[in-house]
Every structure is written in C-alpha cells, then in structure tokens.
C-alpha cells in the first residue's frame, strides 16, 4: 500500500475530512491519518450548529463558502448529514447588547450576510414563547443546523471515495521536514512521506505544533450538551442568547423527530491525556433555569441524556489557519474556539485551494500562527460561547 502522497492530513474532524475531500476533487493524493475515528471528537460530540451570525468579519467569507456546501452536502456527499436550513435567532437581555446586533447586522452586510433585527411588540409576535425578559433578537434565515455525528464521517467517506486514502486508529507520534517533503511516523511504526502537512488535530494539535517549534496557548474544554425527550416539532429556528455573561450564553435547537438539543453556560473540565471531558451536574442545573428564562414552556421537559467533548481554544478567541512561519510545506488548521462546525467545510475547502496553487482570495493574515510567536504557552488541559 502506498505510503507516500502529495498531501497528509493530521486529524479527521470536520475540517481534516473537508479538506481531504476537497484536495481529492482537485485530484491531489492525500493521506487522512486520524488516531480513533473520523469524527469522534470535538466535530462529532458539538451542538450542530450551521450559523454564520456573530461571526467575526474576517470569519464571514469561509463561512459563507462553507454554507454553499452545506446547503449542496446530500449532493456532495452522497447521503445525509441532517442540515435543515431552519433559519438562526439570537436574542438578548441587555441593551447594550440589543444596540450591538443592529451594529453587526449593519457590518454583516458588507459581507454578504442578510440578518434582520426585531424588538418589542414585533419580536413577540415572531416569537411568542420566549420570555419577557428578551429584549430583541437577531434573525438569519438561511442558517441553521446539522447532524455533528454523521458531518464528518460522511466528509471521509466522499475524500476516500474522490481517491484520498483514510486511515483511523492511527496516532502520529513524529513529523519531521526531510529532503524533498516531511516524515509522518505513527505509533505503531508506520512511516507516511508527503510534500506538505497539514496539522488539523483539534485540542491536540498544540503538541505537534510545540515539537516543530511553534507553541502556541491552546487550551482544551468541555461543551455542556444535553438533549430532551421528543416532544411535538414547533420550534423551527436555531436559537441562542448572545450575552457577555458566560452562564447566560445557552442555545437550543430542535430536531424534527422532537427532541430537543441544549447546549451552553459555563464549560466542563477536559481532559487531553485521556481524551474525555466531564458534564458538571450544577452546570446542567444551571443551564436549564437559563433556558426556562429564554423560554419558560421548556421547563417542562425531561432530559434525557448529557454529553462532552474535548474542544480547543485560543485567548482571542479566533483559529490558527494559517502556514507555519518556520517550516515550508507545513500548515495548521485549529483552535476554533467550539464554532468550529458550521465554517469547517469552508476552512476545508479554502485550504484545499491554498495548499494546491500557494494562494487563496480569502485573506488568512488574521488568523496567523504568527501572532503567539511571544506569548507564553499556557498546558493544553482543562480551562475554566455558542458553540458551532
């Protein structure tokens, strides 16, 4: 079997995968090494969101190429991922808040996002369930949700189909820049030899980038996720509280089987040695007296199941996607900052096209690996926004 290939993709998450498809399509070889399973951390275990509202600016364009294949996935992939452009609601408490979403309706624009901003007796009448409290809300109708479980493995399965070789329950444990290209070595030995290399390896990827010397100040947390028993389907929007209060922040959406997805409020501790992450039960507590607050006729839902993961962040919030600054052929796609879902098939598709022809018309430079060059690496470990 040939371990040679023009491309290795390091990490099988929704970005590893969607850059591999799209690296195929252009008929690069790849090789997509994943230590467990396509999928099975962060892009698998987020809330699903599709949204591109609240996005910073330079955020937009990915995440407007990445809606195209989100609303174009059954086609592409073959089968189904469960995106129900649905249309995303954020409301708020505060009016300063209030204030910022006709701001950032106003910037979207320019961007190519449409959002429409209710308050007051409007806003009640959209939406008459929520509490009285809410003050006003951000609505982008073309946004919406999808099935984190089957995003990704589905993503692999199209990359191997288009001709990328796939290859799970494969650590790497080594990179190294040889002559001619780089050295990927796995733990069990195996030797992967490739042109360039691409480290997408969520909130492991921080150790990869230290040995080639460029730490960064990753830290690793646990999304607090839980869902609700079926109840009738009635609500259609995506929706979250955009707040500067962390234990208010909480979102919801509804599948059209009945259950409801919750998700929100102060992270859990996680873990990267043991790859697992904790739901806080006083957490959960919490955040369900927030989503009663937002709309009270959910309190009279049974959960019915709770869940984690382990997901990267960076202090500013923003990802590394962006080439290395030290190494030639070496590029870095992480530390999404759990809204790393809806934009990864932008991300992916756009560092399919950089690594191909050396240039992309989406400007990167925010998103450099170049501004941790001096600060200080924090461990990558447990860590005391919506996700996705």
């Known amino acids: 079997m040939n371990d040679r290939a023009d491309v290795i993709v390091i990490g ?8 591999a498809f799209f690296l195929s399509r252009r008929k690069r070889s790849v090789i997509l090494l994943e230590r467990g399973l396509t999928g099975q951390q962060a892009s698998g275990v987020n809330f699903g969101g599709v949204r591109r509202q609240g996005r910073a600016l330079a955020q937009l364009a990915m995440s407007n190429r990445a809606m195209e294949t989100w609303r174009h996935s059954r086609e592409l992939l073959g089968e189904d991922v469960e995106f129900l452009p649905s249309g995303h609601t954020r409301v708020c408490y505060h009016a300063h808040d209030a204030e910022y979403f006709h701001r950032y309706a106003n910037d979207a624009r320019d961007h190519g996002l449409d959002l429409e901003v209710l308050e007051g007796e409007a806003l009640f009448r959209r939406y008459p369930f929520l509490g009285r409290e809410v003050l006003a809300a951000s609505i982008s109708p073309l946004d919406g949700h999808a099935n984190p479980r089957l995003a990704a493995p589905a ?5 191997a189909r288009a ?4 290859v799970e329950n494969c650590e790497v444990v080594r990179v190294e820049k040889e002559a001619g290209g780089f050295r990927v070595e796995s733990a069990a030995g195996t030797v992967y030899r490739a042109e360039q290399v691409l480290i997408c390896a969520g909130a492991w990827a921080n150790t990869l980038s230290t040995e080639l010397g460029e730490p960064v100040p990753l830290v690793a947390r646990g ?3 839980a869902v609700t028993e079926p109840v009738p389907y009635v ?7 955009y707040t500067s209060n962390k234990a208010e922040s909480v979102y919801f959406r509804q599948i059209p089987r009945g259950n409801i997805v919750l998700g929100g409020g102060p992270p859990g501790i996680a873990d990267i040695a043991t790859r697992r992450a904790s739901v806080l039960p006083e957490n959960t507590v919490a955040q369900v007296a927030q989503f009663c607050r937002m709309v009270p006729a959910l309190g009279a839902l049974n959960l ?4 984690s ?3 990267s962040y960076l202090p500013d919030s923003e990802p590394i996607i962006s080439p290395s600054s030290k190494v030639d052929g ?8 759990g809204s790393g879902f809806q934009i990864g098939p932008g991300v992916g598709e756009t560092l399919a096209e950089l690594l191909d022809t050396g240039s992309t018309p989406i400007p990167l430079d925010s998103f450099s690996i170049r501004r941790f060059l001096n600060s200080v690496p924090m461990r990558a470990e447990s860590a005391t926004s919506e996700t996705s």
Request: glycine fraction near 20%; hydrophobic fraction near 50%; aromatic fraction near 16%.
């Open 223 to 225: 999304p607090q996720m």
């Open 235 to 241: 609500f259609k929007d995506s929706m979250g509280v």
């Open 330 to 337: 070496l590029f870095y796609a992480f530390g999404f900052s």
């Open 155 to 159: 993503f692999g399965r199209a990359a």
């Open 163 to 166: 001709g990328a070789r796939v």
């Open 309 to 311: 993961g382990v997901e």
């Open 304 to 307: 019915i199941r709770v869940w």
């Open 12 to 19: 099988g998450g929704i970005v590893g995968t969607t850059t």
